[in-house]
């Protein structure tokens, strides 16, 4: 057997076994934050259901309790973060009820 023929089996192998439970991340636009939110604000395709029970705010009204102060922001490319607590995008400048001070 060839090395492509092996190649292409072990992959219709890999796909088989998931089974068709395959997912493909929609990707999220992100280009550009700050207090308007703006690319931040793409939610297409995104879960916002703990968002919302969270009170996230893309433009948090206290400065003091912005995402990029945050233990659970990670800062991204384009001025968008992400947060550990659910899925998309976030503005460094939103806050949300979870809120906890980098130490
Ligand atoms: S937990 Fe932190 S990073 Fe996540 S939305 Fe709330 S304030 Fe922002």
Known sequence: M????????VMLQ???AAGGALV??????CSG???SGGGCNDLT?????MRTTLHYNPAGPDATRHCSGCQLYTGGQ???????????PV???????????RA
């Open 91 to 101: 503005d460094p400048n939103g806050s949300c009820d979870s809120f906890v001070a």
């Open 33 to 35: 934050g700050g207090s």
């Open 14 to 16: 890999v796909l088989g």
């Open 24 to 29: 493909v991340l929609p990707a999220v636009g």
């Open 45 to 49: 395709g995104v879960d916002t259901a």
């Open 2 to 9: 060839s090395k492509t023929v092996h190649s292409r089996r």
């Open 78 to 88: 384009n001025g968008c973060g992400t947060c550990q607590l659910f899925p998309g």
